[in-house]
């Protein structure tokens, strides 16, 4: 058995766990972190896309911001459109603030380049992981790699492991509750060497159903149009993907769109999901593992590192000082900020979505609500204080 002594024991190297890591690093306080992937597994995922000024301010104070400085796309506002109806929502005029497109594969790439050059251990490609000893002074974190069993002491644990991981799981549930909704529809998402369809964003809602025109730079677009739960990835070829998607978006756009072949395509289902509290003892829950937003409003990502951002500073300020305070409100101060992004990112859900068992009375109700929006800056400006990330 391989026995390691650490300060904070991490599961999960996503960028939850990265990023906290490289903040206590930077603080002098030591952390391990275990994953269940091979990092190059976690290196390639392809999922979010869009920063809250906040993520890369909170990138920039960890030392790692130079590259999404460099290379983010700074958008000042974004498309909605109903059918052939646009609107767009001018993030600048309205809130004086802008986002930034980054996919999260460069701000993963970003964190585990400077966690190596820091010398930040990364436990990957481990299984069988158990949180142990929750109720000593010492928690561990068990597991079992190639080279055989290993244990991770330390004297917090961090559940970053994401929504399928194990940490939530060792909070019992007598203290526990656990608030979802499951959407009966999925995404299907494409990246394709191609022009993006628009300079900015657009969010398209249509009566067939919702689409997403994203990117990542000038010559990589992310798409997504909305399918059923039932679907797989085989059934949708690359024409079929196109020939929906145009069919859904304003035709303006769709007749100029530049199509491709597919250089990844999958299926995410659309949930969304808090657990209370976001503490047990010496254990402590951030990112996914706690909560998940439907992607519609870009929140989850960001919402991992705000997360990050109030952990990191309690857990600082208890190495450096003695003071408990920050960690004692943790949970309580992150779900706040949570409880708001899950309502933004539900109600971007609600407007933009076909629900198949809707009645026509619904469907008059998301139009009356997009008329209403295209007619009133202050609904826009609430729409829009929300999509740049609420302060913390
Ligand atoms: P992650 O990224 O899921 O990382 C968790 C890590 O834990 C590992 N793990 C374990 N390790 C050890 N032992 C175990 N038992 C383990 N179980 C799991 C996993 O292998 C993994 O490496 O969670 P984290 O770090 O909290 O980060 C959260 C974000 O990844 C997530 O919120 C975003 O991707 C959500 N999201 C978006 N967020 C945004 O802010 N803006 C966006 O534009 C945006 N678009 C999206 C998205 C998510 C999507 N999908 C695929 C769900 C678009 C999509 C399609
Ligand atoms: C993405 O580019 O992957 C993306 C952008 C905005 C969203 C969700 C995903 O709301």
Same mark, same amino acid.
């Given at each position: 058995?391989?026995?390691?002594?650490?300060?904070?024991? !991490?599961?999960?190297?996503?960028?939850?766990?990265?990023?906290?890591? #490289?903040?206590?690093?930077?603080?002098?306080? $030591? *952390?391990?972190?275990?994953?269940?992937?091979?990092?190059?597994?976690?290196?390639?995922?392809?999922?979010?896309?869009?920063?809250?000024?906040? %993520?890369?301010?909170?990138?920039?104070?960890?030392?790692?911001?130079?590259?999404?400085?460099?290379?983010g796309? $700074?958008?000042?506002?974004?498309?909605?459109?109903?059918?052939?109806? +646009?609107?767009?929502?001018?993030?600048e005029?309205?809130?004086?603030?802008?986002?930034?497109?980054?996919g999260?594969?460069?701000?993963?790439?970003?964190?585990?380049?400077?966690?190596?050059?820091d010398?930040?251990?990364?436990?990957?490609?481990?299984?069988?992981?158990?949180?142990?000893?929750?109720?000593?002074?010492?928690? *561990?974190?068990?597991?079992?790699?190639?080279?055989?069993?290993?244990?991770?002491?330390? +004297?917090?644990v961090?559940?970053?492991?994401?929504?399928?991981?194990?940490?939530?799981?060792?909070?019992?549930?007598?203290?526990?509750?656990?608030?979802?909704?499951?959407?009966?529809?999925?995404?299907?998402? !494409?990246? %394709?060497?191609? /022009?993006?369809?628009?300079?900015e964003?657009?969010?398209?809602?249509?009566?067939?159903?919702?689409?997403?025109?994203?990117m990542?730079?000038?010559?990589?677009?992310?798409?997504?149009?909305?399918?059923?739960?039932?679907?797989?990835v085989? =059934? @949708?070829?690359?024409?079929?993907?196109? =020939?929906?998607?145009?069919s859904?978006?304003?035709?303006d756009?769709? +007749?100029?769109? =530049?199509?491709?072949? %597919?250089?990844? /395509?999958?299926? *995410?289902?659309?949930?969304?999901?808090?657990?209370?509290?976001?503490?047990?003892?010496?254990?402590?829950?951030?990112?996914?593992?706690?909560? !998940?937003?439907?992607?519609?409003?870009? /929140?989850?990502?960001?919402? *991992?590192?705000?997360?990050?951002?109030?952990?990191?500073?309690?857990?600082?300020?208890?190495?450096?000082?003695?003071?408990?305070?920050?960690?004692?409100?943790?949970?309580? #101060?992150?779900? /706040?900020?949570?409880?708001?992004?899950?309502?933004?990112? @539900?109600?971007?859900?609600?407007?933009?979505?076909?629900? =198949?068992?809707?009645?026509?009375?619904?469907? #008059?109700?998301?139009?009356?609500?997009?008329?209403?929006?295209? +007619?009133?800056?202050?609904?826009?400006?609430?729409?829009?204080?929300?999509?740049?990330?609420?302060?913390?």
């Amino acid at each position: 058995m391989q026995r390691f002594i650490t300060d904070i024991a !991490i599961v999960g190297a996503g960028p939850s766990g990265m990023m906290l890591a #490289k903040l206590l690093h930077n603080a002098g306080i $030591r *952390a391990i972190l275990i994953e269940r992937q091979p990092m190059q597994h976690v290196l390639t995922r392809i999922r979010a896309g869009v920063l809250e000024q906040g %993520s890369v301010n909170l990138l920039t104070q960890a030392g790692v911001g130079a590259r999404v400085a460099r290379e983010g796309q $700074r958008h000042s506002g974004f498309m909605l459109s109903y059918g052939d109806d +646009q609107l767009r929502i001018d993030l600048e005029s309205l809130v004086n603030s802008e986002v930034t497109v980054y996919g999260q594969t460069e701000v993963t790439k970003d964190l585990y380049n400077a966690l190596n050059a820091d010398g930040i251990v990364i436990l990957d490609h481990a299984s069988e992981t158990a949180v142990i000893d929750l109720d000593t002074e010492q928690p *561990a974190i068990t597991g079992v790699r190639d080279d055989g069993p290993f244990e991770v002491r330390a +004297q917090f644990v961090v559940g970053c492991d994401g929504f399928r991981g194990i940490a939530r799981q060792a909070i019992p549930e007598s203290v526990r509750t656990d608030y979802e909704r499951i959407y009966p529809f999925g995404w299907l998402g !494409i990246l %394709s060497e191609t /022009k993006p369809a628009n300079h900015e964003l657009i969010y398209a809602s249509h009566p067939n159903g919702f689409s997403l025109c994203s990117m990542r730079s000038e010559r990589l677009s992310r798409y997504y149009i909305q399918c059923s739960l039932q679907d797989t990835v085989d =059934e @949708w070829s690359d024409e079929r993907f196109w =020939e929906t998607l145009k069919s859904q978006i304003p035709q303006d756009i769709a +007749q100029s769109l =530049e199509t491709g072949p %597919s250089i990844e /395509k999958s299926i *995410a289902p659309l949930r969304s999901f808090v657990c209370e509290p976001l503490q047990y003892q010496r254990l402590f829950i951030a990112g996914d593992a706690g909560h !998940i937003v439907p992607p519609t409003g870009a /929140k989850g990502l960001n919402l *991992a590192f705000s997360d990050i951002h109030y952990l990191s500073s309690g857990l600082i300020s208890y190495f450096h000082s003695g003071d408990e305070t920050g960690l004692n409100g943790y949970s309580d #101060k992150a779900l /706040k900020r949570i409880w708001k992004s899950e309502r933004f990112s @539900w109600w971007m859900t609600s407007l933009l979505h076909k629900f =198949e068992s809707e009645d026509t009375f619904a469907e #008059k109700m998301r139009r009356a609500e997009f008329e209403f929006l295209c +007619q009133s800056r202050d609904y826009q400006r609430a729409l829009a204080e929300n999509y740049i990330g609420l302060p913390y």
